[in-house]
């Protein structure tokens, strides 16, 4: 009995799709190994591929390790391949350490306008700057202090500075309200007999503040201060007045003063 071809509705055809193309995916598909250039990490599930080379390498896991093999798949590969080694893990750097350091003066010396010591206990232990009605002989006087420059210059070698304070007492004053204070820098190593030359001046009145005529306190500097003691073309702290105004004399407390001595703290990152 011959029968009556029906064609199938579209929600059939869909099935019958649908069933098609599941068993085409569980369908027994050709393999491929890999061909790799080195051998892949002990961490890869990979245990046979091809070398560039036309050698089969492989590995197995005895127990311990893995042992490596290989087959050449051409008469003239004799030596087995050499195996790179592992990149070495990157390491990581420490996080720098902050500091922040105090350096207190290990010399003073106040000068003359005539670039002469001071050489009395007055200039010898205080830092005296300016125009003295008092103390007509010396003139616009001038001070240096100094430090242990090798010492700063090696804790901020390689470093990141955040800041330079200085720290003084005002012991006296012509108006008792204070008198301003400018400092600067100086390029000498050790206290010198006579006024450096303005070569050994690198920094000339670059900071400037107030003290009460008896009064201890302390002034962020430039960090161009910081940044040359580091690199070594300047050693310590000049101090400068600006003209002969009354406004500028005083004495402040330098080393063997029997107060507290200048000081400089710098916060840095190493």
């Known amino acids: 009995m011959s029968g ?17 193309e599941e068993v085409m995916r569980r369908l027994p598909r050709p393999n491929a190994i890999p061909v790799l250039q080195t051998d892949p990490p002990e961490t890869d599930p990979t245990n ?9 390498r492989g590995r197995y896991w005895n127990g ?3 042992t490596y093999i290989d087959y050449p798949l051409r008469s003239d590969i004799t030596a087995p391949p050499s195996v790179p080694a592992a990149p070495a893990f990157p390491g990581y750097s420490a996080a720098p350490t902050t500091y922040k350091k105090t350096y207190v003066a290990t010399w003073s010396q106040s000068y003359q306008a005539s670039g002469a010591k001071r050489t009395d206990d007055v200039g010898e ?20 202090i100094g430090f242990d420059h090798a010492t700063i210059a090696s804790d901020l070698s390689g470093s990141t500075i955040y800041g330079i304070q200085l720290s003084l007492t005002n012991t006296d004053s012509w108006w ?4 301003y204070r400018y400092f600067g820098m100086h390029n000498v190593s050790a206290e010198p007999a006579t006024w450096p030359p303005d070569s050994d001046l690198p920094v000339r009145r670059a900071a400037n503040g107030k003290w009460g005529r008896t009064q201890t306190r302390s002034i962020s ?7 040359r003691l580091r690199a070594g073309t300047a050693k310590g702290i000049a101090l400068e007045a600006p003209t002969d105004s ?8 330098g080393v063997g003063s029997g107060y507290t001595e200048p000081s400089l703290v710098i916060n840095y990152t190493k």
């Open 64 to 66: 311990a390790s893995y």
């Open 176 to 179: 008792n309200s204070g008198l």
């Open 221 to 227: 500097l430039p960090m161009e201060f910081a940044r």
């Open 4 to 20: 009556t071809f029906r064609r199938p509705t579209s929600g059939e055809a869909a099935f019958v799709k649908t069933i098609l």
């Open 48 to 56: 046979l591929w091809m070398r560039n080379d036309g050698r089969l």
């Open 246 to 253: 009354r406004d500028y004399w005083g004495y402040a407390a």
């Open 125 to 144: 232990t205080m830092l005296t700057v300016g125009l003295s009605p008092n103390e007509v002989p010396y003139g616009v006087q001038r001070s240096l």
